[in-house]
């Protein structure tokens, strides 16, 4: 699934996909099939779907089966960039689909970016939408998460996905849009011409549609950013590589080692530190369980969306030192 995710990441960045087919089949089942759906099986993926049967203009890019009774998940394709200016239709078109044959889930995706909605809850369709990301910016791992739990087969058959989805949907919209800017702020404010954080966090807000102050911007800082900063920490470098219109995007990690077993991991959140071990190669979490990433323990213990590596700390064995996940998964690069 990551090489995967790479080599499209690869290939949008040459700026390869030229039309809204090149996304459905070159990007959107060519995950579909990673994540364990039959392409080739028109009862479980069905291309041009009519959710009314006798009208010949209403047709779902995309609808997938778990059984022969109803759509489990519609989605809407479009070339690459068209989903900007159009997002207002686009959701309206979804809403008309689900009024007649709804589906649990829909998704609209121009192959880069990919808005995600849980289609059977209250209100307007617009704030049904529970998560977004964009290929290009965010960590490979994170993107295949993501995938897994909301795309999968396997995942809709058993219901873990809409159980996640409940959750994010629980956070206010305001909430939802501070903890997904934080990590984004992060970044920027590392990067020319370094931003102070409360700006670049408020900048972000308000490509959200949300407007902050920045007193507000700096007490979320100061609630969020709970653990000191390790002994061993270093400035980190942003690896970045040309698009074809001049423009960069970060080269995410693929293949990441997880550190070694006996390695003890911390995590300090809201007042709370959170203690684990790894084994056998899965992050032990006290009082949580057992998990196959750190971000998969921080998003369990915030309910939010999370990047584990910028979260917790490590005391590798035989050492005495703390020193930030991050920091170093950089250095086995």
Not at 60 to 74: G, K, T
Not at 77 to 92: N, T
Not at 192 to 209: C, I, K, S, T, V
Request: hydrophobic share 30%; glycine share 6%.
């Amino acid at each position: 699934m990551i090489e995967t995710i790479d080599d499209i990441c690869s290939k949008l960045s040459e700026g390869i996909y030229y039309n809204e087919e090149h996304v459905r089949v070159c990007i959107v089942l060519r995950l579909l099939n990673e994540l364990g759906w039959d392409i080739w099986n028109p009862t479980e993926v069905n291309t041009e779907y009519k959710p009314v049967r006798y009208e010949d203009a209403t047709r779902v890019d995309i609808a997938l089966f778990c059984n022969s009774f109803s759509p489990a998940v519609f989605i809407e394709v479009k070339a690459v960039g068209r989903i900007e200016g159009e997002l207002a239709r686009i959701e309206q078109q979804l809403r008309d689909y689900n009024r007649n044959n709804t589906a649990e889930f829909s998704f609209i995706t121009d192959g880069q970016k990919w808005r995600l909605y849980y289609s059977q809850t209250g209100g307007e369709f617009s704030q049904k939408c529970f998560k977004t990301f964009d290929l290009l910016e965010e960590e490979t791992e994170d993107i295949a998460r993501f995938l897994q739990l909301f795309l999968s087969k396997e995942k809709l058959v058993n219901g873990e996905g809409r159980q996640e989805a409940t959750t994010y949907l629980r956070l206010s919209q305001r909430q939802r849009a501070l903890e997904d800017s934080f990590p984004k702020a992060k970044r920027i404010s590392q990067e020319p011409p370094f931003p102070r954080l409360p700006d670049a966090l408020m900048n972000l807000m308000r490509q959200a549609g949300f407007d902050i102050s920045e007193p507000e911007a700096t007490s979320f800082i100061t609630d969020a950013t709970t653990r000191p900063t390790p002994v061993e920490e270093s400035p980190r470098t942003n690896i970045v590589q040309p698009l074809s219109n001049g423009a960069t995007r970060r080269r995410r990690r693929s293949g990441i080692k997880i550190p070694p077993d006996g390695t003890k991991c911390r995590f300090r959140y809201a007042g709370e530190t959170y203690n684990g071990t790894i084994r056998a190669q899965r992050f032990h979490v006290d009082s949580y369980g057992v998990f196959g990433s750190l971000s998969q323990a921080s998003v369990k213990i915030t309910d939010t969306s999370r990047n584990g590596w910028r979260d917790w700390e490590l005391q590798l064995p035989n050492s005495n030192d703390w020193i930030l996940a991050q920091t170093w998964r950089d250095k086995q690069e």
